[in-house]
């Protein structure tokens, strides 16, 4: 039996060789189907004859090419020609795949190729892959952290229409074509978009590659020249009173979106896509008149929504206005507005020392004060120091009052700095100085359309003097609803909200008064020298 069969394959079914029976046919067949049970499982290729091209190898063979090397064992060598033959001809050089094998023989005779990855040992695989799953759930999560701050970045890509192809024709099993030729389309609204994570394409040490599955509710006005009601002038070879007719169509769509995130940044940006809209993704569409039926029923529901508690429809606007007024939002970001406004007041103060001194030196003997300004600013950035401290000729003394003279004046603009506001309204793009940079607080405009049910995202973000995102955030709108029974008894319903997420957005903004902070502390450490130079004086 042990001769068919090894010891630690019978140990491993249960059997102790030490107390083996004589029953061998029992035992053989018990490990013969736990083999062919792993071999079930695994449901593995198996790469047979028909693949090897016996000229290819003896080719290799006389001109002593891997795995043939030359000596009197090379005729041992043919196994492993026949592998490394194989899995050339199965996997050409293209398809990537794992090879486990510890022969330099076989290595090489598969071929300096790229695709081929080779493992000394299954151990060394199963490492290799725990490390890539442990990386794919490492990007899976940052980026689940991190897209539902650039859902509003999508939803204005969707809103531009190089980003949108509608297909109002469709054809029927028999080549029937029916539908509309639309010759031009406008977004109309862009509502309710959603993302998650479909798949991580490519991972690095500092990018990353995913695809997301994304859905939205998107409304648009879709143009067609009506030629079934124009008439054709044969003569003329023209059709007359050919109009131009619009319809509106609802859809609910799915796309996919390729994004690229930065691990180092932790940031996303998003690659541009196309979106089409088609008979498989409309819901419902109407022909847009200048019918007055509709307006009438629109005041309607907006009375029956008011009468439930709800605002009505043409009115959200005001709702997220009014409610703007009394957030935390407006509160946390004003709060670091005003602490931005104090720190801009410390310019016009460092200011005045400046000014101070330069009225020392030009009242005083100004070569005895330039020389205990350089023996004080000596190691100062930017400082024009001189060659000789002792002995500071007329030259550098110019261009030493030329420098204070130049700081006076750099500190006065910083200290004209518009202060911002005490309120902001959506829509606003406010300006924040940082020294001579400028940075700008975006804040989004809603669209202006809100239907039962919608949500809607005002995208908020901070951009610096070379225009990248810096910091995100965004306000949801929610539409509320409330649905009744054929009895008219009230079920399920959704209340108006509005939630405010800018968390990052204040984290930005204290970025920038921490900066501030910064260089005023520099600035001071200056001034006071100067300070002490002139009570001197």
Same mark, same amino acid.
């Given at each position: 039996?042990?001769?068919?069969?090894?010891?630690?394959?019978?140990?491993?079914?249960?059997?102790?060789?030490?107390?083996?029976?004589?029953?061998?046919?029992?035992?053989?067949?018990?490990?013969?189907?736990?083999?062919?049970?792993?071999?079930?499982?695994?449901?593995?290729?198996?790469? =047979?004859?028909?693949?090897?091209?016996?000229?290819? $190898?003896?080719?290799?063979?006389?001109? $002593?090419?891997?795995?043939?090397?030359?000596?009197?064992?090379?005729?041992?060598?043919?196994?492993?020609?026949?592998?490394?033959?194989? $899995?050339?001809?199965?996997?050409?050089?293209?398809?990537?795949?794992?090879? #486990?094998?510890?022969?330099?023989?076989?290595?090489?005779?598969?071929?300096?190729?790229?695709?081929?990855?080779?493992?000394?040992?299954?151990?060394?695989?199963?490492?290799?892959?725990?490390?890539?799953? !442990?990386?794919?759930?490492?990007?899976?999560?940052?980026?689940?952290?991190?897209?539902?701050?650039?859902?509003?970045?999508?939803?204005?890509?969707?809103?531009?229409?190089?980003?949108?192809?509608?297909?109002?024709?469709?054809?029927? +099993?028999?080549?029937?074509?029916?539908?509309?030729?639309?010759?031009?389309?406008?977004?109309?609204?862009?509502?309710?978009?959603?993302?998650?994570?479909?798949?991580?394409?490519?991972? !690095?040490?500092?990018?990353?590659?995913? !695809?997301?599955?994304?859905?939205?509710?998107?409304?648009?006005?879709?143009?067609?020249? =009506?030629?079934?009601?124009?008439? @054709?002038?044969?003569?003329?070879?023209?059709?007359?009173?050919?109009?131009?007719?619009?319809?509106?169509?609802?859809?609910?769509?799915?796309?996919?979106?390729? $994004?690229?995130?930065?691990?180092?940044?932790?940031?996303?940006?998003?690659?541009?896509?196309?979106?089409?809209?088609?008979?498989?993704?409309?819901?419902? @569409?109407?022909?847009?008149?200048?019918?007055?039926?509709?307006?009438?029923?629109?005041?309607?529901?907006?009375?029956?929504?008011?009468? &439930?508690? %709800?605002?009505? %429809?043409?009115?959200?606007?005001?709702?997220?206005?009014?409610? &703007?007024?009394?957030?935390?939002?407006?509160?946390?970001?004003?709060?670091?507005?005003? +602490?931005?406004? +104090?720190?801009?007041?410390?310019?016009?103060?460092?200011?005045? #020392?400046?000014?101070?001194?330069?009225?020392?030196?030009?009242?005083?003997?100004?070569?005895?004060?330039?020389? +205990?300004?350089?023996?004080?600013?000596?190691?100062?950035?930017?400082?024009?120091?001189?060659?000789?401290?002792?002995?500071?000729?007329?030259?550098?003394?110019?261009?030493?009052?030329?420098?204070?003279?130049?700081?006076?004046?750099?500190?006065?603009? &910083?200290?004209?700095?518009?202060?911002?506001?005490?309120?902001?309204?959506?829509?606003? !793009?406010?300006?924040?100085?940082?020294?001579?940079?400028?940075?700008?607080?975006?804040?989004?405009?809603?669209?202006?359309?809100?239907?039962?049910? =919608?949500?809607?995202?005002?995208?908020?973000?901070?951009?610096?003097?070379?225009?990248?995102?810096?910091?995100?955030?965004?306000?949801?709108?929610? #539409?509320?609803?409330?649905?009744?029974?054929?009895?008219?008894?009230?079920?399920?319903?959704?209340? =108006?909200?509005?939630?405010?997420?800018?968390?990052?957005?204040?984290?930005?903004?204290?970025?920038?008064?921490?900066?501030?902070?910064?260089?005023?502390?520099?600035? @001071?450490?200056?001034?006071?020298?100067?300070? #002490?130079?002139?009570?001197?004086?």
């Amino acid at each position: 039996m042990l001769k068919i069969v090894s010891k630690g394959l019978l140990e491993q079914i249960g059997v102790k060789t030490d107390l083996l029976l004589l029953d061998k046919e029992k035992y053989q067949e018990k490990s013969l189907d736990v083999w062919r049970k792993f071999l079930e499982n695994l449901n593995p290729e198996i790469l =047979d004859l028909s693949l090897i091209d016996l000229n290819d $190898i003896v080719d290799d063979y006389f001109d $002593i090419k891997p795995p043939f090397e030359s000596g009197e064992k090379k005729r041992k060598e043919f196994p492993d020609a026949f592998i490394a033959n194989q $899995i050339r001809k199965r996997f050409g050089k293209d398809e990537v795949i794992a090879i #486990v094998c510890n022969d330099n023989g076989l290595k090489k005779a598969c071929g300096n190729s790229q695709n081929h990855i080779f493992y000394k040992t299954l151990g060394e695989l199963y490492n290799a892959i725990n490390i890539q799953e !442990t990386e794919y759930k490492n990007v899976f999560q940052e980026i689940n952290c991190l897209i539902a701050n650039y859902i509003p970045e999508i939803q204005n890509m969707l809103k531009n229409e190089d980003c949108v192809e509608v297909h109002g024709l469709s054809y029927d +099993k028999d080549g029937i074509e029916s539908g509309f030729d639309y010759s031009d389309i406008e977004v109309v609204s862009v509502k309710n978009v959603s993302c998650r994570v479909r798949t991580i394409d490519e991972i !690095t040490d500092e990018i990353a590659w995913a !695809t997301l599955l994304g859905t939205v509710d998107m409304e648009v006005a879709c143009s067609y020249e =009506d030629y079934g009601n124009a008439i @054709w002038d044969s003569e003329d070879k023209a059709y007359f009173y050919l109009e131009t007719r619009t319809n509106l169509e609802k859809h609910t769509v799915r796309f996919a979106v390729r $994004i690229e995130l930065n691990r180092n940044e932790n940031s996303i940006r998003i690659i541009p896509f196309k979106v089409t809209l088609n008979e498989d993704t409309l819901r419902d @569409w109407f022909e847009i008149t200048e019918d007055e039926e509709n307006d009438d029923e629109m005041d309607l529901i907006n009375q029956e929504r008011e009468d &439930l508690g %709800l605002y009505s %429809l043409d009115r959200y606007a005001d709702y997220l206005d009014e409610n &703007l007024i009394e957030s935390s939002f407006m509160d946390d970001i004003v709060g670091k507005f005003e +602490k931005i406004n +104090k720190l801009y007041e410390e310019y016009e103060k460092i200011a005045i #020392v400046y000014d101070e001194l330069l009225s020392v030196i030009k009242e005083a003997e100004s070569s005895e004060v330039i020389k +205990k300004l350089s023996f004080a600013l000596k190691d100062v950035e930017g400082f024009p120091t001189p060659h000789n401290i002792n002995d500071i000729d007329s030259e550098e003394q110019e261009e030493i009052v030329l420098w204070v003279d130049q700081s006076y004046e750099r500190l006065c603009k &910083l200290s004209e700095q518009g202060n911002l506001p005490d309120n902001f309204k959506y829509g606003d !793009t406010i300006e924040i100085h940082n020294g001579l940079d400028t940075y700008q607080l975006n804040i989004g405009e809603f669209s202006g359309i809100a239907e039962a049910g =919608d949500q809607e995202d005002i995208g908020l973000s901070i951009e610096d003097h070379e225009g990248n995102i810096i910091a995100r955030g965004r306000v949801s709108l929610t #539409v509320g609803y409330i649905e009744f029974d054929e009895d008219g008894n009230a079920g399920n319903g959704l209340a =108006d909200s509005i939630e405010y997420y800018h968390g990052d957005i204040v984290n930005g903004l204290e970025t920038i008064a921490e900066s501030i902070q910064k260089d005023i502390t520099n600035e @001071w450490s200056i001034a006071k020298k100067f300070e #002490v130079m002139i009570a001197e004086e």
